[in-house]
């Protein structure tokens, strides 16, 4: 095929424009913020002075999507910790019990990780970036059946004003949770694209350190993890190292709260916690650079997969269909399965773009945010104030939860099983085999 477009040059964007590259002679990925050349960071991406994560089966679809035989873990800003060992974690008011699973998963400086994705995608022949360069709308072929391309404008050139039109086979709208697909759709005469929203009013705040040698030798962790307890408490935090003897810091909020960015009240946050840990190593070290805040409102998800009509030439992946509350670790992850989908159906013997196709794929894409979504919303709905459409049995499932992750404290098969579900390398269904449902019962009725 001639020519693809992405919109967007953000991580779902990036990997999406390399793992198609060699089923066109031509992608031209559309990002609206200016690039650098020195971090991955930009003004779009709000979360990506913080805290992120990277699952272990991220891990391996990252290296299948970019095409490389192995990942240089540092290279791309990931940090490997065993997620029993190496990781601390104190969630649902236990500690969870500490023992080597196995299973890492990689702690991520997202700046360092997309500028490396990026350089990834800028050595192929046939992709080419352009920034800034921002779309203001699709154009449909002339039977109205698919997307034939798109309008875009170039901020703060001597053009500034003048709309360009670019044709192509394929359009990817990988532009994340502020994307004008659902307005697009609506305005060529498609449907309206209803959403499912969980607001829960998430707020970060990350500072990095250095730790003194004294402090850094006499930890027992690589990576440190307090959630808040809930119902009742909101905050919580995490520490892992991100390189150069630098550690990130990201303290968050729930329910409106907000950890202050100046260091004697960020200080004072992290003493709040429900669990001492972070603040004692945070009083010892040495804040270095910048502090930074971000607020999500919490989980959106457009269910394109409900529309009765779709365009062919044209899907929605990553965030722009589905963004969940950042506080569980999922979002980059979610995004290369949604690539990996999106690679399937090109690699058939004839790549099928017709609009059922498309809208297939866009099925494909929502059963893979099924899971993630319940396992995000469930824990959510805990907070009373918590707002949206809520997941049928969650008191039933918030109960089984609950008992879970006390048991998850002392009981090493019951939180092997929980980490394997929870970075999707098993079904959640491992989670209701008879022994673990009789040792959970016996936690709700003797604790």
Partial sequence: MQRAVVIGGSVAGLVAAKAIAPFFEEVILLEKDTLNDENGLHKGVGQGAHAHVLLPSGVELLKQLLDLPSIDLEAFGLVPADTASELKWFQFGVWKTRFHSGIDMGWCYRSRFEWQVRQSVLAVDNIRIESPARVTGLFMSASGHHVAGVCYKVPGSENADITHKLAAELVIDASGRGTHTPRWLENAGIARVVQDEISV???????????????????????????????????????????????????????????????????????????????????????????????????????????????????????????????????????????????????????????????????????????????????????????????????????????????????????????????????????????????????????
């Fill in 201 to 447: 009013q998430v707020a970060y705040t990350t500072r990095r350190f250095r730790f003194p040698p004294a402090v850094s030798d006499a930890l027992d962790w690589k990576v440190l993890s307090i959630y808040a307890e809930p119902p009742n408490d909101r905050r919580g935090g995490l520490i892992y190292p991100i390189g150069s003897n630098e550690w990130m810091a990201t303290l968050v909020g729930g329910g409106g709260e907000v950890a202050p960015m100046a260091l004697d009240g960020y200080l004072d946050f992290a003493q709040s916690l429900p669990q001492p840990d972070i603040y004692r190593v945070l009083k010892q070290a040495i804040p270095v650079g910048e502090p930074c805040s971000y607020r999500c409102p919490g989980s959106l998800w457009r269910r394109y997969d409900r529309m009765e009509q779709w365009p062919g030439h044209f899907v929605v992946i990553g965030d722009a269909v589905c963004s969940f509350n950042p506080i569980y670790g999922q979002g980059i992850t979610a995004a290369l399965k949604d690539v990996q989908a999106l690679r399937s159906v090109l690699e058939k013997s004839t790549a099928d773009l017709s609009a059922s196709s498309m809208m297939q794929l866009q099925k494909m894409i929502a059963r893979g945010k099924a899971v993630p979504w319940h396992m995000a919303a469930c824990p959510d709905f805990i907070y009373p104030e918590t707002r949206g459409k809520r997941p049928l049995c969650l008191g039933m499932t918030n109960g089984y939860l609950k008992a879970l992750m006390k048991l998850a404290g002392r009981d090493r098969v019951v939180h092997q099983r929980f980490i394997e579900v929870f970075t999707y390398l098993k079904s959640p269904l491992v989670l209701l085999a008879p022994g673990i449902m009789v040792k959970v019962l016996g936690q709700k009725l003797w604790g």
